[in-house]
């Protein structure tokens, strides 16, 4: 069972690797059939990953979202069809280039650990809030990447048009209006999804705190929430009072994702993304 | 039989010899009829467009330099053109060339502008004249169907039409660019130049929602208003106003600049900051340089607005030669075609022959063979068919797939005296 998990997830990987080097070379060109097939690989990486999960969740019998590649795996299926989804809706192919190649890297660098996690069982979540509170996140993020690569795409497309630059995939993104309009919609959702997966956390905590420690909400990973959830408020409140528009909203999204990644994996590598950090457990 | 194209275009004659011979769309019909009635047996497409008229001809038994001429007379008597004048103007293609011709044509590939959409709706025009006047037919009319399905599939598989072919577009291109939508947005017009009108109408084709001109002369500005269905404004009221504009046209005759940075700057703090496309097509400029400076302000002069032309034509141009190869194929199936069409007289020719031979060989079996019933006799009749078939049956395929490889009068002799067929 393991070997067949394997497979997938590395079919998986491979998927979203080729899709992204498809995105790269369409979009120096401004291929359209190059694009579609990009996005087409992700959807196939994508159901690849979907497998991957089922198969460990029917093996061990517990939902697989505790482990490094269960939480790669939703976050890019998720990422995938958020990203599927804004390029339908907008007819922009040019937005593909922005979305797959930062998928895959993460999956190339995940590959590389996928041996260990993948033959472990995955955390035990207990109870419904604790299982919605983590699958809320893994949306919410999604959410936030996908906005975060839509406002690198605006200020591309800014950068372009202020250079006169109108070669290869300028054809192929939408208008910078559009792009915004795009960038405020996955805000507003994102922002709301934050906020609740906070609180279902906060009623997991409330309730099932034997794991946890007193200080529990002051450890750097609910604090990261907390930061990530005041950034899509800011971002939103400030868009919707027209104080903070076009580029400047999105340097505010691509630069804020980008630090919270940055403090996340920081967590991640030095093994402190825990929520009892301050008492050391687990 | 062959298929003949004989014309004129942009590259091979001026404007006033193509002025001359252009067939008018009332009386094309007429000259087809006229045209055809020169042939023994034919089909004829007269295409006119502004930059070429060219006649397509099908004609069986005539060889194709006996075809260019007679429609080069005929082109001369109808337009009193001198014949010498036309010929050294004329081109002539043949056959696979003549189709080859015809698909870069539809496909926009010959075309002054290459890419631009007009000329495939030209050759549908011309198509249907000629079947509605009855002087199409069977091989004109596959050639250019498959024109049509060519032009399409360089349409879906190349990006050649793509990317404006001129100022005004282009204008509209990256305004559409930076706005989703036009029809919710202003655009004001500094100044009454013939360049800047021009982009205000590709402005209004594009759906424009409004339009606020602005002239030193308030009277001009208010025929121009007029003209384009806006609000003329005062020109000392042009910088209080400047915020209302989303798109700003700029075409006047000042020597120095109109609007400066801190109008702009004004005019976004009015505006919360939502982008404005300014495109100054003024020599000299009306727009400070300064003003692209300015985050949400994309400004174009009209160096700029000719650099990204110059690239779509560049552009297009590549996609030109990757959609000529693409034609290549297209082309080879309609010669295979044009081939095997050739070689269907001879090949009725030998099935009616050995359909004699076996009915004679039957009568006298069946004479001999007076004893058969009914049922015997239908059953041998059945039989020297089936024999016949049989026979035939591979060298016709055999014959249908030298003919691409070999010269067709050839195999066709060698296929006539296989079956000792002397007609043909």
Redesign the interface.
């Known amino acids: 069972m393991t070997g067949a998990i394997g497979t997938f997830f590395l079919a998986g990987c491979a998927a979203y690797v080729l899709g992204a080097v498809l995105a790269l070379l369409g979009a120096r060109r401004?291929?359209?059939p190059l694009l579609h097939a990009a996005l087409g690989l992700a959807g196939a990486g994508a159901a690849l990953f979907a497998v991957v999960l089922l198969l460990r969740w029917t093996h061990w019998g517990l939902l697989p979202l505790s482990t490094v590649v269960d939480a790669l795996c939703l976050f890019t299926i998720l990422s995938t069809a958020i990203a599927a989804a804004t390029v339908a809706t907008n007819r922009a192919p040019g937005l593909v280039p922005f979305y797959l190649p930062p998928l895959g890297v993460v999956c190339v660098a995940t590959a590389a650990l996928a041996r260990d996690y993948l033959a472990a069982a995955p955390r035990e979540l207990r109870g419904a809030p604790l299982a919605a509170h983590v699958g809320l996140a893994f949306l919410a993020y999604a959410l936030f990447y996908i906005a975060s690569a839509t406002s690198l795409a605006y200020v591309f497309?800014n950068r372009r048009?202020?250079a006169?630059n109108?070669?290869g995939i300028?054809?192929e993104?939408?208008?910078?209006?559009?792009l915004d309009?795009t960038l405020v919609r996955l805000i507003a959702l994102g922002y709301p999804l934050f906020a609740v997966t906070l609180g279902v956390g906060l009623i997991w905590a409330w309730f099932d705190h034997q794991l946890l420690t007193p200080q529990w909400w002051f450890a750097p990973k609910v604090m990261l929430s907390v930061v990530s959830l005041t950034i899509c408020a800011v971002a939103f409140h400030l868009r919707h009072s027209?104080r903070l528009?076009?580029?400047?909203l999105a340097w505010f999204v691509f630069v804020g994702f980008l630090v919270l990644l940055f403090v996340d994996l920081m967590l991640v590598l030095t093994d402190l993304n825990t929520h009892n950090f301050w008492e050391g457990g687990v | 039989m062959s298929v003949v194209v004989t014309g004129l275009n942009h590259r091979t004659s001026p404007l006033a010899l193509r002025e001359k011979v252009a067939f008018s769309p009332e009386e094309t019909p007429r000259a087809l009829r006229e045209l055809r009635g020169r042939f023994a047996e034919a089909g004829v497409v007269i295409l006119t467009t502004c930059n070429r008229v060219e006649v397509y001809v099908h004609a069986g038994g005539i060889a194709p330099d006996d075809v260019a001429g007679t429609v080069r007379r005929f082109l001369s008597e109808w337009r009193q053109v001198d014949e010498g004048t036309l010929a050294e103007s004329l081109y002539t293609h043949v056959d696979a060339e003549a189709a080859r011709h015809l698909f870069r044509v539809a496909s926009s590939i010959d075309s002054l502008v290459v890419g631009e959409p007009q000329i495939l709706g030209q050759v549908r025009d011309a198509y249907n004249s000629a079947k509605s006047a009855g002087t199409s037919d069977k091989v004109i009319h596959a050639l250019f169907q498959r024109a049509f399905s060519v032009a399409k599939t360089i349409r879906s598989k190349t990006t050649l039409g793509t990317g404006e072919a001129s100022i005004g577009s282009v204008a509209v291109r990256l305004a559409q660019s930076i706005f989703q939508d036009l029809s919710g947005k202003t655009a004001l017009v500094v100044g009454s130049g013939e360049m800047g009108k021009l982009t205000l109408k590709h402005l209004l084709s594009a759906g424009i929602g409004s339009i606020l001109v602005v002239n030193r002369g308030h009277d001009r500005a208010r025929d121009l208003a007029a003209e384009f269905g806006g609000d003329a404004l005062p020109w000392e009221e042009m910088p209080d106003n400047l915020h209302r504009a989303d798109i700003v046209v700029t075409s006047t005759a000042a020597r120095e600049p109109v609007l400066l940075e801190e109008h702009f700057k004004a005019a976004l703090e009015r505006r919360d900051n939502r982008p404005v496309f300014v495109i100054d097509i003024a020599v000299p400029r009306d727009v400070d340089p300064a003003v692209s400076e300015l985050d949400d302000v994309y400004l174009y002069n009209i160096d700029d607005l000719e650099r990204v032309l110059g690239d779509n034509i560049e552009a297009r141009r590549q996609e030109a030669a990757r959609a000529a190869s693409l034609i290549d194929s297209k082309v080879r199936g309609f010669a295979r075609w044009l081939l095997g069409l050739q070689a269907e007289p001879s090949i009725v020719g030998i099935s009616e022959e050995l359909e004699a031979v076996r009915a004679r060989e039957l009568a006298k079996t069946l004479d001999a063979l007076p004893c058969l019933t009914e049922a015997q006799r239908a059953e041998v009749d059945d039989m020297s068919r089936r024999i016949v078939r049989s026979i035939l049956s591979n060298p016709m395929t055999e014959v249908k797939q030298e003919l691409v490889h070999h010269d067709p009068q050839t195999v066709l002799h060698l296929f006539r005296r296989f079956f000792g067929i002397e007609r043909m």
Not at chain 1, 173 to 178: F, M
Not at chain 1, 245 to 248: C, P
């Open positions: 401004g291929v359209r497309q048009l202020k006169h109108t070669r300028f054809r993104l939408p208008s910078l209006e559009r309009t027209n528009l076009g580029v400047r």
